[in-house]
């Protein structure tokens, strides 16, 4: 039976950032994800985590300037430094929340740009190497450029090539079903192939990255091939609601257990 971790940056939006985590747990997970935690001091969320029992799966060192646009510094070549001390940030994090799973963005970059894939691969030794001395994976995520025009790392085999070549002991990859789909297809075989390398799992509903609950992909399939491949980690549940976190939970009943947290959290 897979382990869901939820999005909370996609899930559970309708209540405050540090409230989402009380609210995943009343819904029956036992594990939480997000892009990123930086607006909020690492005790805080800690304490989130603590007293609703939940594992953090994975969060994203930091990207840049966000806002502004940026996805990411690693492919940037003039941006070292700040991968750097943005390593140093996630790290403090990743203590106080015993997270053991980092993802570094790419950035916006040219894939056939020299100094940028020199860039990215020194950033991804540099990080991979600060988190192995913390027994903490690295992460690297293939992203479609339907969702995100210009990505550095927009191709499977590019980030598998990557992975095997680098040969770090704890670089692997976040194989987001959704981006691979859209980018591939195929999903099943590489799953197959991929998992001695795959150190996250995140899905949604393709096209319209809403539930996993139908459309081109047959989610109830995956799951039990994820057993049958004897995947221990977890899926981070990386999809936007239809209309409605907890209604539109039904996909998952059978492998959550609402009401395990915290009892009468739910208004009404
Ligand atoms: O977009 C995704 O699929 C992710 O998992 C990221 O962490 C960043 O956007
Ligand atoms: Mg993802």
Known sequence: MPAFAANLTMMFTEWAFLDRFD???????????????????????????????LTQALFNLPPGDW?????????????FDAVRAGVERALDYAGATGCTRLHLMAGLADRADPAARASYVRAVEHAAGRLAEKGIDLLLEPINGRDMPGYFLNDFAEAETLIAT????????QFDVYHRQILHGDVTMALRRLMPMIGHIQI??????????????NYPFLFAELDRLGY?????CEYR????????????????TPGLGRAGFFPG
Do not use: K, M
């Open 23 to 53: 609210a995943a747990a009343e819904a029956g997970f036992t594990a939480v994800e997000y892009l990123f935690p930086y607006d909020h001091p690492p005790e805080a969320i800690a304490a989130r985590l603590e007293r609703n029992r």
């Open 67 to 79: 806002a502004a646009g940026e996805r990411g510094l690693a492919a940037l070549p003039d941006r």
């Open 166 to 173: 680098l040969g770090l002991a704890n670089l692997r990859l």
């Open 204 to 217: 949604a509903g393709v096209p319209s990255r809403h539930e996993p609950d139908g459309e081109e992909l």
């Open 232 to 236: 221990a980690g977890f899926v981070g």
């Open 241 to 256: 609601p239809r209309a409605g976190t907890v209604e539109g939970l039904g996909w998952g009943l059978g492998w959550l």
